[in-house]
């Protein structure tokens, strides 16, 4: 089935050009930063983590979130999502893929990451989250090129291939429980500090994983004719409301629990994120014109899918705004606002701003494209399929 990735438009190779250029940007990056040192990048002494772990975390969500169709699909019976089961298993596999990358990127030397592999270490968090991150990976490489194939022949899919899909329900949730506990179990990082980080990680990847899914099957459906189906977009996009309205409440949580309980290291990260915080005569706030951001389009993609669903309309480009809009917010807010706000405010409350160099934001922008690129070749190959079946 690869055959027919190499089969496409001019506008399909322009987009691989596009992304391919990006890729190489990327790739001239990391070969600085693998011959000159982690000195090129904005990290040092106070900040151990970047922008590159920052998108790991992001990404670890938008893979956890296809879950949303493997469920209904595979558990519950619900038909309509038969199309569009393979795409969540295949963006899941390109956003562990980056995932993997970033982390490449973020320990400096690659061979440092068969540490794990040939010294293993069960009480650390990293060594499972490398663990459930790989074995997510092979079930839904396993899962998905299977059933792909099955599919093609228009057969039925071996009977052995849905214990690997069942297993993948709970790998799914623990790629980001696991991820989640990297932060909460660091007693040093008052922000991190709380039992709610598991469940609103799982709840901003139940939106942002799924709001990604439609914005592909709208752009598939205008370049390449593959219909989802108006009534898997309307479940979807309820879906991405509710996981959506759920994390905005333990937001609200934690600004609860920093501002009744007043602790300071609690409430100053959310201080800093959202407001500026004020130290030794300096105000420091260079992530609060993105956190509000964040706020205004979460509220606004929230409220213009209320507005569909209680006028009962259907407009393809208002559903792909909300999207838009609901993936951005969670984007700045898991992406950006939780791990900085976590770090540029330290356990001894001084602060220590953080600003990615060129070269990161570089390496970042090649990640990102090459995992759009794997997902448009993956993709290709599953529309294929589906256009020769039916």
């Keep these: 089935m690869i055959e027919k990735a190499l089969k496409g438009n001019n506008a399909y190779w322009m987009w691989l050009a596009f992304l391919g250029a990006f890729v190489a940007i990327g ?95 069960p009480n650390s968090m990293l060594f499972w989250d490398m663990v459930v991150l790989l074995g997510y990976l092979s079930l839904n490489v396993i899962c998905g090129w299977v059933i792909l194939t099955a599919e093609k022949k228009q057969v039925k899919p071996p009977k052995w291939v849905y214990f690997f899909v069942y297993l993948s329900i709970p790998f799914a949730v623990s790629i980001h429980t696991v991820t989640a506990m990297l932060y909460c179990g660091l007693p040093g990082r008052h922000f991190w500090l709380t039992a709610i980080t598991a469940p609103r990680f799982l709840a901003s990847a139940f939106a942002a994983g799924p709001a990604l899914i439609v914005l592909a099957c709208l752009i598939m459906k205008r370049v390449a004719n593959f219909d989802c189906g108006k009534e898997a977009v309307n479940k979807l996009t309820t879906i991405i409301m509710y996981a959506a309205i759920i994390n905005a409440f333990f937001v609200l949580l934690e600004f609860f629990v920093g501002w009744y309980s007043n602790i300071p290291g609690h409430k100053h990260s959310l201080q800093y994120l959202f407001f500026g915080l004020e130290h030794h005569g300096h105000v420091y706030n260079n992530l609060v014109p993105f956190m509000w951001t964040s706020v205004v389009l979460c509220f606004g993609g929230l409220g213009l899918f209320g507005y569909m669903k209680i006028a009962k309309m259907d407009n393809e480009l208002l559903v792909a705004i909300g999207c838009i809009a609901i993936f951005v917010a969670l984007w700045l807010d898991k992406g950006l606002g939780f791990v900085m706000g976590g770090l540029v405010v330290n356990p001894l409350h001084e602060i220590v701003e953080y600003y990615p160099t060129a070269n990161e934001i570089g390496i970042t922008l090649g990640i990102w494209a090459t995992g759009f690129m794997l997902v448009t070749i993956l993709y290709k190959i599953a529309i294929k399929v589906d256009a020769e079946v039916h």
Excluded at 83 to 101: D, K, P, W, Y
Aim: proline share 3%.
């Design 27 to 121: 790739a001239v990056c990391y070969l600085r930063q693998f011959v000159y040192g982690m000195g090129l990048t904005g990290m040092g002494r106070d900040l151990s983590w970047g922008l590159y772990i920052s998108q790991f975390t992001f990404l670890v969500g938008v893979a956890a979130g296809g879950l949303m169709l493997v469920l209904p699909y595979y558990i519950h019976n619900y038909k309509v999502f038969g199309r569009i089961t393979i795409l969540g298993e295949f963006l899941a596999i390109s956003a562990i893929i980056m995932c993997l990358m970033f982390i490449m990127a973020d320990i400096g030397q690659p061979l440092r990451g068969l540490n794990m592999i040939l010294h293993p270490t």
